[in-house]
């Protein structure tokens, strides 16, 4: 998840980079959408390191659909928002910044995102791939989390689901 931030913060300079106002509008859409998904992932990945003593490799979530579904829908739709899939949230705000930067005339970096896009849903989907089809000898135990993590979760899917597909997100942020 380190290396995705790394991305993430190039998507930002690029509607930095675009310098106009449709830009700077990108911008603060993509960083509400970002911290959105990035808190879903990072509150599963603190409840699965509860659980594992510290581990946070990828191979401790192999299995983790067959003990902890829930968690499992969490992380999925956080991680396909940041990888950029419709309908979630993540979409629409790399297609605003994409855009933006395509409008400017920074076609061959819009270019070089997407090619970037591309790989970064290879390395989401193999998270995903651990969780739902790798199995696991000692998997996670089956859990409840704390009300307030579950909460903040549910928070958090709401957010990356209807940030996606309600369009007045956008222009209300462009009256700012």
Known sequence: MAYSSISQAGYILLAVLAGSEQGMT??????????????????????VEQQTNGRVDREAYNGLYQTNPKLS???????????????????????????????????LVVFLALVNTIISLYYYLLIVKAMYITPNEHPV?????????????VVCLIGIVLLGICSGVYQWIDKF
């Open 26 to 47: 990108a911008l603060v859409y993509y960083i509400v959408v970002y911290i959105v998904a990035n808190l879903a992932v990072f509150g599963v990945i603190g409840a």
């Open 73 to 107: 829908f969490v992380m999925t739709l956080a991680l396909f928002s940041l990888a950029g899939i419709p309908p979630f949230a993540g979409f629409f705000s790399k297609f605003f910044v994409f855009a933006s930067a395509f409008h400017t005339g920074y076609w």
């Open 141 to 153: 135990p089956a859990f409840r989390s704390s009300a307030l993590m579950r909460t903040s979760l």
